[in-house]
């Protein structure tokens, strides 16, 4: 383990972090979209959501019409979900295809081509370049949501078994 945070972890743990059993792989376990879009809700909002619109902080509520999207209780003018405002913005892929793209560079330190990306996460060429050059836009741009996203899946993949 190479990263520790340099933050004091609060209270919010999003339920779907737990599910990731000791028993599973890890490429089982982020195949799980509850449990990866909680991976991402975790390293952008250590301290949960955060508003887009008015920033008000504990006032986020969840649509129970679509997963990940939330509402802010204070302005009630927002709408928004983990990937809002990110790179990870308008794209069709599921947040789960995100996760296993970031944990192959990120921790298994592959250096994947477009062609590569292509054929593991069956998308057309010009998206799985599309998808290499937004992940690198999103740590720089938002190192410290990457860092914790890291942090967090170099702890799953200590806890799983090495299938
Ligand atoms: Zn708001």
């Avoid at 998808?131 to 690198?136: A, N, P, Q, S, Y």
């Avoid at 990457?146 to 806890?159: D, F, N, P, V």
């Amino acid at each position: 383990m190479t990263h520790e945070p340099q933050y004091a972890m609060r209270s919010y743990q999003p339920r779907a972090v737990e599910t990731g059993s000791s028993t599973r792989s890890i490429a089982e376990t982020l195949e799980s979209e509850e449990l990866c879009r909680g991976l991402l809700e975790k390293a952008r909002w250590p301290s949960g959501p955060v508003c887009m619109n008015c920033g008000a902080e504990g006032a986020a509520s969840r649509l129970t019409t679509r997963p990940g999207l939330w509402t802010c209780k204070a302005c009630r003018r927002c709408q928004y979900s983990v990937t809002s405002g990110t790179q990870l913005h308008r794209s069709r892929l599921p947040v789960s295809a995100w996760v296993k793209l970031f944990y192959a560079i990120e921790i298994r330190g592959q250096r994947l081509t477009a062609s590569q990306v292509s054929r593991r996460f069956d998308v057309a060429y010009l998206t799985a370049k599309s998808m290499l050059r937004r992940v690198e836009a999103l740590k720089r741009e938002m190192p410290e949501m990457a860092m914790r996203l890291e942090t967090q899946l170099r702890r799953l993949a200590a806890g799983s078994s090495q299938n």
